[in-house]
């Protein structure tokens, strides 16, 4: 696994009005969508248009629910290198410019950018290290459940889709849990301040 930074990505610069007809194509690079990037939409949304290339699986990797900080935002969809070829992660493949990925760095700064060889191809990944400083482990938005719902519906990911499907049933738990603290920190808050007059 190698850790991306914009200094390994090549030089050549993406085609653009200013450039002779005659210039090379831009240098495409796989990326692989495992989260709310699936839905095409959402992608071109924050990226503009882009080449999609297929649809695959990510051997040897298992989807988790985990990326974030504590308290601070989070939980969303992770990979996790497991090497055990029984499981595998659905997603898509875009080829996207260099510029594309550059951005889409900026939208994914909880995650590390690894390239990762599969199926003869290499695969931009985006992988959050999780450990106790950075593990979400609380309730998912649902705007953000919609959006991973959407792209397994796009692309027919049964398996991923039913995987989404139980933790939002455990997320809902989760959710009213938060809410139940919450409303009790409220009502001990508001005694406090009872005591005080």
């Known amino acids: 696994m190698k ?48 080449v999609f290339s297929g649809v695959t699986r990510l051997w040897g990797f298992k989807l988790t629910f985990n990326a974030g900080i504590e308290r601070q935002y989070g939980p969303y969809v992770n990979v996790e290198k497991t090497g055990k070829m029984d499981d595998s992660v659905e997603g898509v493949v875009y080829r996207l410019t260099r510029d594309q990925l550059r951005l889409l760095d900026q939208y994914e700064g909880l995650y590390n950018r690894v390239i990762e060889r599969m199926q003869g191809r290499d695969l931009h990944i985006y992988m959050a290290i999780c450990d106790r400083h950075r593990t979400a482990t609380g309730a998912m938005m649902p705007s953000y459940i919609t959006l991973l719902k959407r792209g397994c519906l796009q692309h027919q990911f049964n398996d991923t889709l039913a995987k989404i499907l139980e933790f939002e049933a455990d997320n809902e738990i989760k959710r009213k849990a938060e809410l139940a603290l919450y409303e009790q920190w409220l009502l001990l808050k508001r005694k406090k301040k009872s005591r005080k007059k």
């Open 3 to 50: 850790r991306i930074t914009a200094n390994n990505l090549s030089k050549r610069e993406p085609l653009t009005d200013e450039q002779p007809k005659d210039a090379p194509p831009p240098v495409l690079y796989n990326y692989f969508a495992y989260g709310s990037n699936m839905w095409v939409p959402r992608i071109e949304e924050r990226l503009g248009k882009v």
